[in-house]
């Protein structure tokens, strides 16, 4: 069955300090893959997607993510954490004819 | 260009009561879809629709009805609610892109709570 794991529900992170959520898929073939946001009380918003082409993709607000065939993962990354990036980040994967499945879902708490 | 809309944003019911949760969008998308989410379990899918004219259950589809109304419209419905049914409910519409759907939009959300 497709699934897409999000492992950690919790990541802490000091403002100005580097981030990498882990997302991995399992799908018959390379699915399409995104990452969203949803701020406290908000819906979510696209952050990034991957189709095709380039393996590192570049998002809104500073973010990027790498796509990686042979781990079957898609990680999401931040150079440099604000205060305002503190959020709930899920990844979400689409193939053939199945619709989007997203992860568990992480929070990211961002400490002073 | 409101992209996908929700209402009420926030509803308290009873429970055995009604209530039809609508949402719509202006991109012309074909695919629409309703999710849950609460603490802890991420966004389930309740029910989606494809396209026009087609719906199909999700996940977590007992207790629930849809009806796409059209292109645009595609409303949620609970015939009696119970406070399992408490949650915050997602409408979210897509695109299919050749090899798998596009990335979804997402409404603001609708909390419901069922007493």
């Known amino acids: 069955a497709q699934s897409v794991t999000q492992p950690d529900i919790h990541i802490t992170v000091s403002e100005g300090a580097s981030l990498e959520l882990r997302c991995n898929y399992s799908?018959?073939?390379?699915?399409?893959l995104f990452w969203y946001v949803q701020s406290p009380g908000q819906g979510l918003q696209l952050l990034l997607k991957y189709f095709s082409g380039d393996t590192l993709v570049q998002g809104i607000k500073g973010f990027e993510a790498e796509f990686k065939r042979s781990q079957s993962s898609f990680n999401l990354r931040k150079p440099s954490v604000h205060w305002s990036d503190a959020a709930e980040y899920f990844c979400?994967?689409?193939?053939?004819?199945?619709?989007?499945?997203f992860g568990r879902g992480t929070s990211l708490i961002v400490h002073p | 260009n409101a992209g996908v809309t929700q209402t009420p944003k926030f509803q308290v019911l009873k429970t055995g009561q009604s209530m039809t949760l609508q949402c719509a969008q202006d991109m012309n998308h074909n695919s629409m879809y309703w999710y849950r989410q609460d603490p802890g379990m991420g966004l389930r899918l309740i029910y989606y629709?494809?396209?026009?004219?087609?719906?199909d259950k999700g996940e977590v589809p007992n207790g629930y009805n849809v009806s796409r109304l059209n292109k645009r419209e595609f409303s949620l419905r609970l015939e009696s609610a119970a406070p399992s049914q408490t949650s915050v409910y997602f409408c979210a519409s897509s695109e299919f892109g050749g090899t798998g759907w596009n990335e979804q939009f997402f409404g603001p959300g609708t909390r419901l709570t069922v007493l």
């Open positions: 799908y018959g073939a390379t699915p399409y």
């Open positions: 979400a994967a689409s193939g053939g004819s199945y619709i989007p499945t």
């Open positions: 629709s494809a396209s026009e004219g087609t719906t």
